[in-house]
């Protein structure tokens, strides 16, 4: 069965450095997001992103992020200048389109950033 | 913006018996309601779902109700199995774009 897949699982960086976190969603989906869980704490939306522009983003989703699908395949978040409270388990999750609507979303397995 | 509680915080049961897992939203345009168990360091996955044109769905062991006029919606897991222990995580959606979830219930099931 197809999954959605993430690289890397685990990442460290410096507080004020740039990180891109990848993500290879179902290859037939239209659908892509992404949603951050801090330790503890529930999973939150982050973005969402359809026909190569954000259908709808959060609060949280300031002048700091940005994602990206650069190819057919990859879908990206790029978190520009790091903060130590961007510390979280990061998940992507697509979906394909049922008529005129998202459908269910398939979760990758996530990866955990930290900044130190 | 969507506020999505959920109840129980965590749960222990004997394998056998039910469980149940409530949740509440506020936002009366939703209409999407998904339910993910999560075990320890998987992923989120889709067990059951449901939307606001029924009020009822099951699948097997498991079953979600939902009550728009209330905002409230449940997880009914029967004759659980030590394999159900995990945490299950509600949503809602308003429009299939964004989901809202619950903070999560840690249930564990006791043999």
């Known amino acids: 069965e197809p999954e959605v897949t993430q690289t890397p699982s685990h990442q460290v960086t410096q507080m004020g450095q740039e990180v891109i976190l990848r993500c290879v969603p179902i290859?037939?989906?239209?659908?892509f997001y992404w949603y951050r869980q801090i330790l503890g704490q529930k999973v939150e939306f982050l973005v969402s992103?359809?026909?190569?522009?954000?259908?709808?983003k959060s609060e949280i989703f300031d002048d700091q992020f940005s994602v990206e699908r650069p190819d057919g395949s990859n879908f990206t978040l790029k978190i520009r200048s790091t903060k130590l409270e961007d510390s979280a388990m990061y998940f992507c999750a697509s979906s394909e389109e049922t008529g005129d609507r998202a459908d269910t979303q398939y979760f990758g397995p996530g990866t955990r950033l930290t900044v130190l | 913006g969507e506020n999505v509680e959920q109840h129980p915080s965590t749960l222990s049961v004997q394998e056998g018996d039910s469980a149940v897992i409530k949740c509440t939203y506020s936002?009366?345009?939703?209409?999407?309601f998904p339910w993910y168990k999560q075990e320890l360091g998987k992923r989120p996955q889709l067990i059951i779902d449901?939307?606001?044109?029924?009020g009822e769905k099951k699948d097997q062991r498991i079953a979600v109700t939902l009550n728009k006029t209330a905002k409230h919606f449940s997880l009914h897991i029967t004759e659980t199995q030590p394999e159900d222990s995990a945490v299950y995580f509600c949503a809602a959606s308003s429009n299939d774009y964004k989901l809202s979830f619950g903070a999560g219930t840690t249930v564990t099931v006791r043999a």
């Open positions: 449901i939307r606001s044109n029924v």
């Open positions: 992103f359809y026909n190569n522009e954000i259908s709808e």
């Open positions: 936002d009366s345009a939703s209409n999407y």
């Open positions: 290859s037939n989906h239209l659908y």
